[in-house]
DNA sequence: GTCTATACCTAGATAGAC
DNA sequence: GTCTATCTAGGTATAGAC
């Protein structure tokens, strides 16, 4: 097979992202990961920098075209809740991974500021995309205890990221449905 | 003032491992920060992986000394909840900081066996004492919503440690507060 | 587009003098 | 206990040949 070494570079660089962290790995662990020469990888994406920006700005794609799937998908706001919870549980990995998003937020490295730019705007994305779940439970009744969606949002966004981070320090999946499990009680 | 530079050290090693993260200082920062030089931060810590134990080891104590503080004084579920999050939102200082727990779970580099285990124990500990308030909320009627106890400790837990990576990650204390009013709220 | 080779830097860690 | 000096490993990044 002909191959785009662009995105096996950047697949790569996903899953390790996700499993050690944005500083978790080197250019020399892509170059072995992707069966390529470290300066190779250098051409494609000159700097880490400009690396980290590719990776978050394709997972912002893909995830935000996902919820939109959901949203398309699902008429209920309890539907919804739990198929954007399914997203977190199957990123998991058994425990291993995280989502990009935590991955790279937690990353203590400098990332360049377009970068950082992303991430915030991935952020505001998904929990503006979780408000208007919550609003529509206000009228569809299908979540328990909702008084202010805004709020809600930006606790259920908290939560699943808490959970994540716990499940991943002890490597241990069911962690994350034990620490999220009053959020998916709550769908009717 | 004659001083104890182990203390010292230790001080200056919590401070960066909240803000920049355990990976991100190194003994030069280290020797910097304290006025003497690196060979000497190894003399007192030989390793990084026993500065972490050091760490991780006091945080502990000190930290579970203060729930203890907080069962002593308050009789309500709801006041202990109360003063639990204060705990961390006095932690945040400014959205530049997490709890040095979070900033351990969140480390790549791989931490010694020994840390690790510590870590763990730690937040099996804070788990369970969120539980005993939780259990007691049932009786005493003073939280709103409580279930299970367990599951709403797990959830509290998750909720707090995903607002402060939302804050910090933002470098916005109002982020913390944002994410944490539900679990604030269901305080009567 | 991929390679070899290399420059440059920072990190963790140790030896041995004082 | 603290210092200077040094070692080694690894990371990011570039030059220039193929």
Redesign the pocket.
Known sequence: MPID??SDILNAAEHMARSTGF?G???????DSV??????I???Y??????SLALIGRYRQVFLDRLAQITARDTSAAARLLAYLDLYRDALDGGRSLCLCVALSVTQ?ALPEATRADLARFHRDVAQWLETVFRLALSDGSIRAVADPKAAAQAALAQVEGALIMARAATDHTRFEAAIDTLRARAI
Chains 1, 2 share one sequence.
């Not at 000159?46 to 690396?51: A, E, F, N, Q, S």
Request: charged share 25%.
């Open positions: 070494t662009k500083d790995f080197s250019y020399a662990d892509l170059a069966g390529i020469r470290k300066a190779s250098h051409y494609h000159p700097t880490k920098g400009d690396l490295g």
